[in-house]
């Protein structure tokens, strides 16, 4: 933008302040806009708000209308050395007793350390892990004869077999020799070893097993489950359970997760009541909606699916579930939980399909993408404001030029009036200089 001078030096005319306040005046349509666009945002803000409430009640009463919900089942045992859990795949009413016959082990095998441990080094060793048709050999190229050889061999190797150097008592118990001692890294047969090529064969200690179940008694029909690991998680289908120590008559059960089902009806009506709560907020006097018919509509739909009951004329306070006497719901645990216990089918019945299904409808009645009433107040408003950030936008280069206009016109009145005042000087002085020679004739 070019710039001009005018300071009203010459017309005494304050013509900087004359600009501004007549550009203040030109600006008013766009102080107007900008209003608007104040008023606009503050509204889509309201909405969006409570559309965030909305949609967590949609997914909470989703939640409870999921029939995986009502299947949740936990998982637990009579006895402390064994843990189970269980995932989505349990089966309530499911149970399972036997007896820990067997814990997993490594294997373990030791060699006795005087002097190398390996007499023809540069021929290396053999490592064998597993047995029959699964067994797999491997060569180990060694450096050195010692135990300290080995043990950087098949630490390098990775072969699934470790070893170390340990100083243990000697035979007289008052002293100590040392051992090479070799263990497989995993549990299980899957995990036994054998190592040739070594100067003296290695004594086990220890012999690789798998753990055990077992379930009556083998001879009269009785069965076993083995695992690698002393966790189990094929045995009763969507449990798993652990052993940690031999044990006798253990029974892992599963049950329905009453307290997961629980939480899945408290969260419903904690997104119902916050929902409610948002819109009450907005929609009070002063709030930004106070008096807009359409969500005040939303906040008597939640409530009007509570005083409905079930549709069948039952109330859902049989399962805990009431209005308040400020708005709002209420949730009694310790009802729900004694209806579930005396009739699972029903209490799903009227809390998943009745309730649950009717504040899903009601939520995506307002929230359902491009089609819901928030959706729709929510995308006019972004229009709204594109369009007036759009003539914002217009006015700022129709204002800018308007001031350039205004510059130039009293930047040019101002040399105008300039050059009079040089010019009445000038003529000032030649009939002053006139009228003095006149005098002096």
Known sequence: ??????????????????????????????????????????????????????????????????AGTWTAATAS?????????????????????????????????????????????????????????????????????????VVAALSKAGLGVRASVVNVDDATGTG?????????????????????????????????????????????GGYSVSSSTNTFTEALPGVTFTVGALASGVTVSVASDTTAITKAMQTMVDAANAALG?????????????GNTQVVALSQDILSSISRGTGTGGSFHSIGVQLTNTGGLAFDATVFAAAYAADPAKTQAVAGQALGSALSTVAERASAPAVG???????????????????????????????????????????????????????????SSLDASKKSD
């Open 1 to 66: 933008m070019a710039t001009f001078s005018f300071d009203g030096l010459a017309s005494g005319i304050d013509t900087k302040t004359l600009v501004t306040q007549l550009m203040q005046v030109a600006a008013q349509p766009q102080a107007q806009l900008k209003t608007q666009l104040s008023s606009t945002q503050t509204l889509v803000s309201a909405y969006q708000s409570i559309n965030t409430r909305i949609t967590a009640l949609q997914s909470a009463a989703d939640a409870v209308k999921l």
């Open 77 to 149: 045992s009579s006895s402390p050395s064994v843990i189970a859990t269980s995932t989505s795949a349990a089966q309530a009413g499911s149970a399972m007793t036997f007896s820990v016959t067997r814990l997993a082990a490594a294997q373990v095998s030791t060699v006795a350390v005087a002097g190398d441990v390996v007499a023809d080094f540069a021929a290396g060793i053999d490592v064998t892990i597993g047995s029959g048709s699964t067994a797999t050999t491997t060569h180990v190229a060694l450096t050195g004869g010692s135990a300290s050889d």
């Open 176 to 220: 100590t020799t040392q051992r090479l001692q070799l263990s497989s890294t995993s549990t299980g047969t899957a995990g036994a070893f054998s190592i040739s090529g070594l100067s003296t064969a290695p004594t086990q200690i220890v012999a690789a097993q798998n753990a055990q179940l077992t379930v009556g008694d083998p001879a009269a």
């Open 278 to 290: 948002q819109v009450g907020m907005y929609t009070a006097k002063g709030g930004s909606l106070q």
């Open 373 to 431: 009433s928030l959706s729709l107040l929510i995308t006019s408003g972004n229009e709204r404001m594109t369009n007036l950030n759009k003539q914002i936008q217009s006015w700022d280069t129709r204002l800018a030029d308007t001031q350039t206009a205004m510059q130039k016109k009293y930047a040019a009145m101002e040399a105008a009036v300039n050059k009079l005042n040089s010019t009445q000087a000038w003529l000032s002085s030649a009939l």
